[in-house]
């Protein structure tokens, strides 16, 4: 029933920036975990951000920290990505995805079981 539809993508120069948005077809309450994912061909699904829908609380793979802020509106029911300081190794689909909250947030995929198809970001040298 819960939906979500990502946005945002497409190719940047290295150095560049670009912004992601998740809608989300409900409302987000303090019961959820909301994450980023992204993947490329050959390889395992990576989390890339983390943001507790409760206490505003946020984690980030260590690639990325410094570069990318995960944030949500939740009057919107949007979920975003600010992604700065690109560079060639961020090339990768990206996907939402939201998990109810039971005893905090994880970055691993099974923990979440609404996701969105993806959208592209490819970062050219």
């Known amino acids: 029933q819960v939906e979500l539809v990502e946005s945002g993508g497409g190719s940047v120069q290295a150095g560049g920036s670009a912004s992601l948005s998740c809608e989300v077809s409900?409302?987000?309450?303090?019961?959820?975990?909301m994450a980023w994912f992204r993947q490329v061909p050959g390889k395992e699904r990576e989390g890339v951000a983390v943001?507790?829908?409760?206490?505003?609380?946020?984690a980030y793979v260590a690639s990325v920290k410094g570069r990318f802020t995960i944030s949500r509106d939740n009057a919107k029911n949007t979920l975003y990505l600010q992604m700065n300081s690109l560079k060639p190794e961020d090339t990768a689909m990206y996907y939402c995805?939201?998990?109810?909250?039971?005893?905090?947030?994880?970055?691993?995929?099974?923990?979440?079981?609404?996701w969105g198809r993806g959208t592209q970001v490819t970062v050219s040298s």
């Open positions: 409900a409302h987000i309450y303090s019961g959820y975990c």
């Open positions: 943001l507790d829908s409760g206490n505003g609380l946020t």
């Open positions: 995805a939201l998990g109810v909250n039971q005893w905090g947030c994880s970055n691993a995929a099974p923990s979440y079981v609404h």
